[in-house]
Structure formats: C-alpha cells, structure tokens
C-alpha cells in the first residue's frame, strides 16, 4: 500500500459513500480544474512575484520595472504578456509609455492569501 516516503495511510480500506457523494456533486468541471491549475503556475516564477509587488504599490511602465527590478525591458515585457495573458495585468497608453497596472483586486487577494499561508506555524 503506501511506501515509507509517503503521505500516511489508511490500515483498511473503508470507501465512505456518503462523503464521496457530496465531492461528486459539488466537484468542478475538469476545464475548470485544469484553468485554476494553469493560474496558478503564473505564480510560480518570482520574476512575476516581483513585478506584481511592483504594481500593489503603483502604476508603472515597462521603464521604471526594468529599472527597479534590475532586468532588461524584453525580459519584463515578456513576463507581463504573460500576466496579462492571465488577467492578472491591464495597461493604458499615454503618449508613447505603456502603464501597467493589477487588473483587479482579485490579485492582491490571492497574494496576500499566500503570504498568509507560508508565514502559518
């Protein structure tokens, strides 16, 4: 059954139908699943982290994250294709400058939702 590396498990097997009929009901669609799965990657590159600390504090252009970040404008505009990709970024251009901002509050959310977790005891 379960191997000496993993997750602890049952001493019998016991299937609980009752509480398997409720996941069943109220599990999403497995395009749903795969989308939230896919969000979640784009928070798996520290690059992006940062560059979204970045715009918590203030709307910025591909200049100024470049320069604050310590990274080439083509490796920034790169990441925030990404982001905005994912929603998770929106812009607006002013003259010749491009500002990106969150898109939304949504973001900051999920963010401050992890940091809540990894700081947990």
């Known amino acids: 059954m379960c191997g000496k590396n993993e997750a602890e498990c049952c001493e019998q097997v016991e299937i609980h139908e009752e509480l ?5 009901e ?14 979640f990657k784009v928070f798996g590159d520290s690059t992006r982290i940062r560059i979204l600390f970045v715009l ?11 320069h604050v970040l310590n990274m080439t404008q083509s490796a920034i505009s790169h990441q925030l294709r ?11 251009r002013v ?5 990106y901002s969150l898109a939304d509050d949504h973001v ?14």
Request: glycine share 4%.
């Open 95 to 99: 003259g010749k400058s491009i500002f």
């Open 56 to 66: 918590f504090e203030a709307e910025v252009c591909v200049c100024d994250l470049a």
């Open 82 to 92: 990404i982001l905005k990709q994912n929603k998770l970024v929106k812009n607006r």
């Open 20 to 24: 398997l009929k409720i996941v069943n």
């Open 26 to 39: 109220t599990m999403p669609e497995e395009t749903e699943l795969y989308d939230l799965a896919e969000l």
């Open 108 to 121: 900051r959310l999920i963010i401050a939702q992890g940091r809540e977790h990894i700081e947990e005891d």
